[in-house]
């Protein structure tokens, strides 16, 4: 997908197509987007998005269904992610990730976790362990050396004081920086972050941030991460991609995204009173049928479901197969596109209060819906 | 038992009061319990009949103990123990503690002449007091000797906590020669010195010091890889196995074969590591099992080579490399180098110095290689696997060098055990040997070397002490027979050291590495693994 097409090695990360499905569930779809190097790129997205699975797919947890995840390195080679085992993206491409629940080696102590990081660099230096165990030299100044790396990074986390503690008694905030920390010794070219101020407290949120600009000012490592917490999101990251069930639904820079009103919509929802509005006007005659005339008592929706939650349709049984998808008029940022679709058709621009840009309309307006229905068509003419 | 008062009746219920009424469940209980088990018994009669024969009395007897127990203890021994606790108004002090109480200098003293003057009474004592009493007395001295050693301990408990490893192994290196020469002393000559230290050097000394090498060796597969393996007695009948084979097939000197075995049961760990890669947790432990079996029943039907249940016998002896051998037969025999007297405790004092040293190499090479990149990452894949993947540590690889070097040390302790043998059979290698080894490092506290060599001292060495006990003979009459308790009596012991101690002897972890100062990591941080 080229549709910025910077230079190649600009983009330390390219991800293209990427799908993944779990049997039927369709978590990611179609997702193409790209992390620029010495960037910090934000990930966002309501819960259940996809982020974390688009993580997984990058660091090796997951072998994606579709796509292809090119990661270029500064010495101009590059890898083709998807095809490397697990534990060699680290190792060879030079990714590393934290965890959203924290994966630190709780019995071990702080700087031991950061040796553990070190692993690849430490072997080679003890000439995978046979020249260590007869304790020569080599070994011994590489061992010199990563505890002084690992001192240094404890240091900007703020936690030598603390290295010869056990992990797992490090208040959480704390643990979240050793993980970075951790993460960080591995001397990695794009640092996954996923949820890296999930639960800290407004001062430990400002620490991080430093921590973060620190690591992208000065190591030239790019960022990628997840997080919820928008304050960190906006004031942090130079790139944006927000997701929406798996599809990307905005890309571009954080004030960009923030006044996009398909993200506003994914996040918020549309208000109550719009929802019928909405979907007439995205013109699902089923709906303004059964709007008609109330829910049909074999067919119609569970008495649990709500109009609220997105169109009727998706909470009538569905009896074609096993196959689950989330239809694609759930997400909130394709009723808004199907609304302003429908706004500008009639001509009324004093309506269309979304401003469409041209990130909301390219590739991440494909991916929210597919034409069904002749609204849908309309909208994208309303588009162009 | 459960704390059965209920709130309103506890303001009330003195001590007295709460430990009648607990006595009374105790007492309901142990009848519950024991009625069947030991107020009635199936005997034979002399027409081989099966009677119930009825111990009314001797129920009887058990529940009142258990009553008078459980009395005791609600009324005066957690008012004494909650009082321990309580700081004197006058002096601003904790009260002695109980150790403190225990272990005192008149008591000590007082010992130490008991000992003494009965020692210097020991040939008479039957004569002076009648073999009843002279065993009462021999009784006693064993506990005023045990008393004597405790209070030297207490003594220099910092200086023994401080020095622990270096005490140990100075211990160990002088046990043989201080037993032949307590022995001599006793005896009266030097011969029946080495001819009494055969026991104590064999069936105690080299017999502990194997299940310490095995363990060891263990450890670096649960204790540190955090892989439960409950098949390793299999990686010790490989190397039990190539030594008997390859030293009675081909004549091949046990220095060249104990490598070899250890490279062949490495080998076999790998071979095991495969397969069992995926698998965690009690599924790892199920396929490490049926592994040991699999050993197990090739060995037994596997006849053209291994002879079957039959084993292999004559296994030839070590030599003094290659110097001097310990055959009587043979011209260089040791005694006829150095020109001594005959004995067969040489080959033993050489066989226990020989697994002291392959003991202290496991030791040495497991402290080496916690600290190397390797060692840390079987700890990390412990910790959290899916963390180490994140760090670029290949996990397949760190957990086949775990299989093969935990396997590379027990088949050190195979070849060894076969030597010292000179036979090997199929039934030396059984299920309940993998558990015990396991017990072993368990109970010593997973991953700490110093836990794990008093733990197996504990569990060998107390089932062998076990078997000494012929005092209680005369506590309990001649028919009783302490060898038949001493499986219960080590039960017993098990459940209590793991109320007593969780996370084992030795529950904290050393850090492999400190920036400032070396700080033991407490176990309730440490993770057991899950294969």
Request: proline content about 4%; overall charge neutral.
């Given at each position: ?7 190649v ?18 978590a990611?779809g179609?997702l193409s ?7 910090i790129?934000a990930?966002?997205?309501?819960n ?12 090796g947890f997951?072998?994606?269904?579709e796509?292809m995840?090119?990661l270029?390195r500064?010495?101009g ?7 490397l085992p697990n ?6 491409a ?6 959203q629940?924290?994966r630190l080696?709780?019995?071990?102590t702080?700087?031991?976790?950061l040796l553990?990081a070190?692993?690849?660099?430490l072997?080679k230096?003890?000439?995978y ?5 007869f304790?020569?030299s080599?070994y011994?100044t590489?061992?010199a050396?990563?505890?002084d ?5 404890l240091?900007k986390?703020d936690?030598v004081?603390?290295?010869d ?8 905030g704390a643990?979240r ?16 972050l ?5 639960g800290l407290n407004?001062k430990?949120?400002?620490a ?9 000012d ?6 990628l991460l997840?997080e919820?917490d928008?304050?960190?999101v906006m ?13 990307k639904i905005?890309?571009?820079?954080p ?13 918020l ?10 979907l007439i006007?995205v ?17 119609g929706?569970?008495?649990s479901s ?6 009727v ?7 074609e197969g096993?196959r689950v998808t ?5 997400s909130k940022?394709?009723?808004v596109d ?5 706004a500008?058709?009639p001509a009324?621009p ?5 401003t ?5 309309t ?17 909208r ?5 | ?6 709130p309103?009746r506890d ?7 709460r430990?009648?009424?607990?006595a009374l469940y ?12 030991i107020g ?5 009669n002399?027409s ?7 111990r009314?009395?001797l129920?009887?007897?058990?529940v009142?103990l258990t009553?008078?127990g ?8 957690q ?6 606790k309580?700081?004197?108004v006058a002096?601003?002090?904790?009260p002695q503690?109980?150790a403190?109480r225990?272990?005192r ?17 020991a ?7 009648g073999?009843?009493l002279?065993?009462y007395?021999?009784?006693?001295r064993?506990?005023?000797?045990i ?5 030297v301990?207490f003594y220099?408990r910092?200086?023994?906590h401080?020095?622990?490893?270096a ?9 043989p020669?201080?037993v032949?020469l307590?022995l ?7 011969a029946a010195?080495?001819q ?7 069936n105690?000394?080299?017999?502990i010091l ?12 649960v204790?540190?890889?955090g ?10 009948a490989?190397?039990a ?11 091949l000197?046990f220095?060249?074969?104990l490598?070899a075995?250890?490279?062949m049961?490495?080998?076999?760990g790998?071979?095991?590591g495969?397969p069992?890669l995926?698998?965690r947790g009690?599924?790892?432990a199920i396929v490490t099992l049926a ?15 291994t002879n079957?249940?039959a084993?292999?016998s ?5 030599t ?8 009587v037969s043979d011209p260089?025999?040791?005694a ?21 040293g ?12 916690r ?5 840390r990452a079987?700890?990390a ?6 963390a180490?993947?994140?760090l670029?540590?290949?996990t397949?690889?760190?957990?086949l ?5 935990g ?13 010292r043998?000179g036979f090997?059979?199929?039934e030396s290698f059984i299920?309940?040997?993998?558990a ?6 368990v ?6 070397l ?9 569990m060998i060495?107390g089932t062998?002490v076990?078997?000494?006990l ?8 001649p ?7 001493r499986?219960?009596l ?10 007593w101690?969780p996370?084992?002897?030795v529950?904290?972890?050393?850090p ?6 070396r700080?033991?990591v407490s176990g309730?941080?440490t993770?057991?693994?899950h294969g």
């Amino acid at each position: 997908m080229s549709d910025a097409n910077p230079s190649v090695n600009d983009a330390i990360l390219q991800v293209e197509h990427l799908s993944m499905k779990f049997g039927g569930l369709v978590a990611i779809g179609d997702l193409s987007f790209q992390a620029r190097r010495g960037e910090i790129t934000a990930l966002i997205g309501p819960n259940g998005a996809g982020k974390t699975t688009v993580f997984n797919c990058i660091t090796g947890f997951y072998k994606p269904s579709e796509g292809m995840l090119t990661l270029n390195r500064r010495d101009g080679s590059s890898y083709l992610l998807e095809r490397l085992p697990n534990h060699e993206i680290p190792a060879r491409a030079k990714v590393a990730r934290t965890f959203q629940n924290i994966r630190l080696f709780s019995g071990m102590t702080l700087l031991e976790n950061l040796l553990v990081a070190q692993h690849n660099k430490l072997m080679k230096a003890s000439g995978y362990t046979v020249l260590g165990l007869f304790g020569f030299s080599g070994y011994r100044t590489a061992s010199a050396e990563s505890i002084d790396l690992a001192r240094h990074w404890l240091e900007k986390a703020d936690l030598v004081d603390r290295a010869d503690d056990p992990a797992g008694d490090l208040p959480y905030g704390a643990q979240r920086r050793l993980e970075i920390a951790r993460a960080m010794c591995t001397g990695p070219e794009l640092l996954c972050l996923d949820e890296p101020a999930a639960g800290l407290n407004p001062k430990e949120s400002m620490a991080l941030n430093a921590l973060l600009m620190d690591i992208k000012d000065n190591t030239g490592t790019s960022i990628l991460l997840i997080e919820h917490d928008m304050a960190v999101v906006m004031q942090i990251s130079d790139h944006v991609v927000v997701l929406e069930y798996g599809r990307k639904i905005s890309d571009g820079s954080p004030h960009a995204v923030r006044t996009d009103p398909r993200v506003i919509a994914a996040y918020l929802g549309v208000e109550d009173e719009d929802v019928e509005t909405v979907l007439i006007e995205v013109g699902d005659e089923d709906v303004i049928e059964q709007l008609d005339t109330g829910p049909d008592s074999t067919h119609g929706p569970d008495s649990s479901s709500s109009y609220f939650a997105g169109p009727v349709i998706d909470t009538v049984g569905h009896s074609e197969g096993e196959r689950v998808t989330v239809s694609k008029g759930a997400s909130k940022a394709g009723q808004v596109d199907a609304r302003s679709g429908a706004a500008a058709r009639p001509a009324s621009p004093a309506e269309a209060k979304p401003t469409e840009k041209p990130s909301a309309t390219k590739p991440a307006a494909k991916a929210p819906a597919k034409p069904k229905t002749p609204g849908d068509s309309n909208r994208g003419g309303g588009n162009e | 038992m459960a704390v059965t008062t209920s709130p309103e009746r506890d303001i009330v219920a003195t001590p007295m009061q709460r430990a009648t009424r607990e006595a009374l469940y105790a007492g309901a209980i142990a009848l519950g319990l024991f009625v069947l088990f030991i107020g009635l018994r199936t005997d034979q009669n002399i027409s081989n009949e099966l009677i119930l024969v009825q111990r009314w009395w001797l129920l009887a007897v058990v529940v009142v103990l258990t009553m008078a127990g459980r009395f005791l203890y609600v009324a005066y021994g957690q008012p004494f123990l909650a009082n321990q606790k309580i700081v004197d108004v006058a002096t601003g002090l904790l009260p002695q503690s109980m150790a403190a109480r225990f272990f005192r200098l008149p008591y000590f003293i007082a010992a130490v002449v008991t000992v003494a003057v009965l020692v210097f009474l020991a040939g008479s004592l039957d004569g002076l007091l009648g073999p009843g009493l002279a065993g009462y007395a021999r009784f006693l001295r064993a506990l005023a000797t045990i008393y004597a050693l405790a209070s030297v301990m207490f003594y220099f408990r910092t200086f023994i906590h401080a020095h622990f490893s270096a005490l140990g192994i100075t211990a160990l290196a002088l046990y043989p020669i201080i037993v032949v020469l307590v022995l001599a002393v006793y005896g009266g000559s030097v011969a029946a010195g080495f001819q009494g230290s055969l026991k104590w050097v064999d069936n105690y000394g080299i017999q502990i010091l194997i299940y310490v090498m095995l363990a060891w060796g263990l450890n670096i597969v649960v204790g540190l890889a955090g892989l439960l393996d409950l098949g390793y007695v299999a990686f010790y009948a490989v190397g039990a196995y190539a030594y008997a084979l390859l030293g009675t097939q081909y004549g091949l000197s046990f220095w060249i074969l104990l490598p070899a075995a250890g490279a062949m049961a490495a080998f076999w760990g790998v071979l095991l590591g495969f397969p069992v890669l995926r698998l965690r947790g009690d599924y790892l432990a199920i396929v490490t099992l049926a592994f040991g079996e699999i050993i197990r029943l090739v060995l037994i039907n596997w006849r053209e080579v291994t002879n079957g249940s039959a084993g292999i016998s004559g296994i030839p002896k070590v030599t003094f490399f290659g110097l001097m051998s310990f055959n009587v037969s043979d011209p260089n025999y040791i005694a006829k180098v150095l020109d001594i007297a005959t004995s067969s405790a040489y080959y033993k004092i050489f066989l226990y110095y020989l697994i002291l040293g392959l003991c202290l190499l496991t030791a040495f090479v497991t402290i080496r290689l916690r600290r190397m990149p390797v060692g840390r990452a079987w700890e990390a894949l412990r910790e959290d696997e899916i963390a180490c993947r994140s760090l670029g540590i290949n996990t397949t690889t760190t957990k086949l060098t775990a299989f093969a070097t935990g396997a590379m040390f027990g088949g050190f302790a195979g070849s060894f055990f076969a030597a010292r043998q000179g036979f090997v059979s199929p039934e030396s290698f059984i299920f309940l040997e993998s558990a015990i080894i396991l017990a072993i490092v368990v109970l010593g506290g997973m991953g700490s070397l110093v836990g794990i060599a008093v733990a197996a001292m504990v569990m060998i060495g107390g089932t062998e002490v076990l078997r000494e006990l012929d005092f209680l003979k005369q506590v309990f009459g001649p028919d009783f027979t302490p060898e038949l308790y001493r499986m219960l009596l080590f039960g017993m012991a098990m459940v209590i050291v793991m109320l007593w101690k969780p996370r084992g002897f030795v529950g904290s972890r050393e850090p492999t590495a400190f920036l400032k100062e070396r700080r033991a990591v407490s176990g309730s941080f440490t993770k057991e693994g899950h294969g």
